[in-house]
């Protein structure tokens, strides 16, 4: 059955064509298996909270007639500011208006979000952008820049909000810079959701074509229930596609984890545990209660423009298991520096397991894509990542005591066994890829940026004592845990790559050199391009020399078990100086030309611009495989597809197949190398 919605009708009516509801929700009071929600263009100010879901072979699909012109929005306009003070307004709004939520008392909060910092879920928006939130009222009328934003020019465009207890009222005063607010598009948000079933399992719904936009949603981390402006709230199989997302006060899709009472932010509300340990309680609680491939995760999220959301375009706990991630444009995450804390990235997932990241643009974002904890069986394939990073701003001293520093690069691995895959992948962030774990391999990509973290990151933090993170590994291809293991480091794989050592930025290096001085046990904060940070790890015939003669219990003492695994190496290129390992086969170095790197931006789309297949020296390399990558440590599982079949990687960024010499890199000639990479 189809039911239609248009909120321009004059009255709602029975959901067919001629006579249309007027709102979202009377179609999904109603959509059953099979069904299909028709949307035509219009503002529908709600929270869609489907109440069936479909099922594998009856899909309930909601569509925007017209792509992106069906708007579901948090907001409310605002037409009843009043002049305060020059270029000051004031709203007052009474808090019967805004029901059993009212973002501008409930307060950002949870696990591993910066404490000290004071933010309310609201926002206002001046034009579809939203404003800062200062703490005072002074701090509206005399606003300063604010140099940690991307975007320090707008951060004199100021708000801040109060309760009026005696006549129930927010009262919010705003800074609009000479703009009158109520000849502008000027909306606060109101609700913490647009498109979010209240229940679980409501599997199976398709959201196609719609804007998402403005929801006052709660901080996200791994402990507590992660919802985003959309998302499909603990079930199986939804499918969001082409949609346009953004201004999520955190998050924008939620894969994420359900609630539990009992691990509830419980870090933050109990301190005698440790967060770490509160996110095992809650691994293996899930785990007892039904956290299965057959009823949880398998969503896709495709050809979507997720954008300028605080914390995260798209994150997932343990709900994003063997989902496909592709073809997304997802760029300008946490640029306002508002929020701080862990979980900040394009993309924040735990346990990806299984999961397909491929085809997506990702940049300007303070972290492009972190995958934290039982990153197995995961793949990051053609994927186009630059210029997620710190804030590109003069003043390194201004960012020294930041927790902006922490972050910035294009991909973070953190605390996981493994297999882990990166693929055919272009990384332009002078900080490229961030490896605190194991059982990571590497191959065709272009890297021109450093190695992160390589034997760090994998400690809790203790100031004396030690305190190594064991984290949770699988049985293959299933979410039923294996076992869990600290970490020794090493049991990595690097072939058919190309490092680039880039011009570094002067204020990164001042930063960084600042930051190794602190020689903290999370982050090496290495700039350098190449392999060289492996140098002192054993290859396997160095690493399986230990083993010779062993007989188990009652050998003589050694640190057989506990020496960093082997890595591997071969047909790596090295440009501009980036360093190979020091036990690097078949390489090749160029050091006498010049590489420049860069994507620019067109009027169809993003392009490459560079020399480097002009001065690529030549290498015989292989084809490489997942005979030739082998198994990863820990969980004994081979680097293959989700289904278990075997991957040769015999195709290139754009899919076009190499030779039977592979050039190294992700492309396979100039000419494809200088096609468009990434559409508008």
Not at 255 to 276: A, H, I, M, R, V
Not at 346 to 366: E, S, V
Not at 438 to 466: D, E, P, R, S
Not at 595 to 604: L, P
Request: overall charge negative; proline content about 5%; some cysteine.
């Amino acid at each position: 059955m189809k039911y239609y919605v248009n909120q321009q009708a004059p009255r709602s009516g029975q959901g067919t064509k001629e006579y249309p509801f007027k709102s979202i929700q009377e179609a999904a009071n109603l959509a059953k298996p099979g069904d299909e929600v028709l949307v035509y263009p219009g503002v529908y100010r709600e929270n869609v909270n489907p109440v069936n879901g479909g099922t594998a072979d009856a899909r309930i699909t909601y569509t925007s007639v017209e792509k992106e012109a069906a708007i579901i929005t948090g907001a409310e306009s605002v037409k009843t500011w009043e002049q305060y003070d020059g270029n000051v307004w004031v709203a007052r709004i009474s808090n019967g208006f805004f029901g059993d939520f009212n973002p501008y008392i409930e307060r950002v909060y949870g696990d591993w979000f910066v404490q000290t910092m004071v933010a309310h879920l609201g926002d206002v928006f001046l034009n579809d952008k939203s404003l800062y939130e200062v703490l005072s009222l002074e701090k509206v009328l005399k606003p300063e820049v604010y140099e940690e934003s991307w975007d320090p020019e707008f951060t004199v465009y100021t708000w801040y909000t109060e309760q009026d207890e005696t006549a129930d009222e927010t009262i919010i005063y705003a800074n609009f810079q000479g703009l009158n607010p109520n000849e502008e598009n000027v909306e606060i948000s109101v609700r913490k959701n647009c498109f979010y079933p209240v229940e679980e399992g409501r599997g199976y719904i398709t959201v196609s074509g719609f804007t998402i936009c403005k929801a006052a949603v709660q901080w996200a981390p791994p402990t507590a229930l992660q919802e985003g402006m959309i998302g499909p709230h603990w079930s199986k199989g939804w499918i969001i596609e082409d949609c346009d997302i953004y201004e999520a006060k955190c998050s924008g899709i939620s894969l994420g984890k359900y609630y539990q009472p009992e691990n509830d932010n419980k870090w933050s509300k109990w301190k005698y545990k440790d967060g770490t340990q509160t996110e095992r309680d809650a691994i293996l609680q899930a785990q007892r209660e039904g956290w299965t491939k057959e009823r949880i995760g398998s969503h896709i999220i495709r050809r979507n423009n997720i954008h300028d959301c605080g914390q995260t375009g798209i994150v997932g706990h343990l709900g994003c298991v063997f989902s496909i991630i592709e073809d997304n444009h997802i760029h300008h995450i946490n640029n306002k520096k508002n929020l701080d804390g862990a979980e900040i990235g394009g993309i924040k997932l735990h346990a990806a397991i299984d999961a397909q990241i491929r085809r997506n643009h990702i940049h300007h974002c303070t972290r492009g894509l972190w995958l934290d904890w039982q990153v197995q069986g995961t793949r990051v394939s053609q994927n186009l990542f630059h210029d997620n990073s710190i804030p590109r701003v003069v003043d390194a001293e201004a960012l020294k005591s930041s927790a902006a520093i922490s972050m910035g690069e294009d991909v973070f691995i953190e605390v996981s066994h493994g297999p882990s895959l990166l693929d055919n992948n272009i990384f332009l962030t002078d900080r490229a890829v961030k490896i605190a774990g194991q059982g990571v391999a590497m191959v065709h990509n272009i890297v021109a940026g450093g190695l992160l973290a390589v034997g760090k990151g994998t400690n809790n933090g203790a100031k004396t004592l030690m305190s190594p993170r064991y984290t949770p590994y699988h049985v293959p291809h299933q979410t039923e845990v294996a076992g869990f293991m600290t970490f020794l480091h090493g049991d990595d794989r690097f072939y058919n790559n190309i490092f680039i050592q880039q011009d570094l930025r002067p204020e990164m290096v001042e930063i960084m050199n600042y930051l190794k001085e602190m020689n903290d046990d999370w982050d090496d904060n290495n700039l350098e391009a190449g392999t060289f940070p492996f140098s002192s790890y054993p290859t396997f015939e160095e690493w399986d020399k230990e083993f010779e003669g062993y007989c188990g219990m009652g050998s003589a003492p050694s640190d057989r078990y506990y020496n960093p695994l082997p890595v591997w190496t071969g047909g790596n290129i090295f440009m501009n100086g980036a360093k190979p390992s020091a036990k690097e086969v078949n390489y090749a170095e160029n050091t006498t030309d010049k590489v420049s790197i860069s994507v620019v931006e067109k009027a169809d789309g993003w392009y490459l611009e560079t020399n480097l297949y002009d001065v690529l020296p030549e290498l015989k390399t292989g084809v490489i495989s997942t005979e030739t990558l082998g198994m990863a440590f820990e969980p004994e599982q081979k680097f293959e597809n989700p289904d278990g079949s075997p991957i040769v990687f015999d195709t290139d960024y754009f899919d076009n197949r190499h030779s039977l010499v592979p050039l190294a890199g992700p492309f396979i000639n100039k000419v494809v190398a200088l096609e468009k990479l990434a559409n508008k």
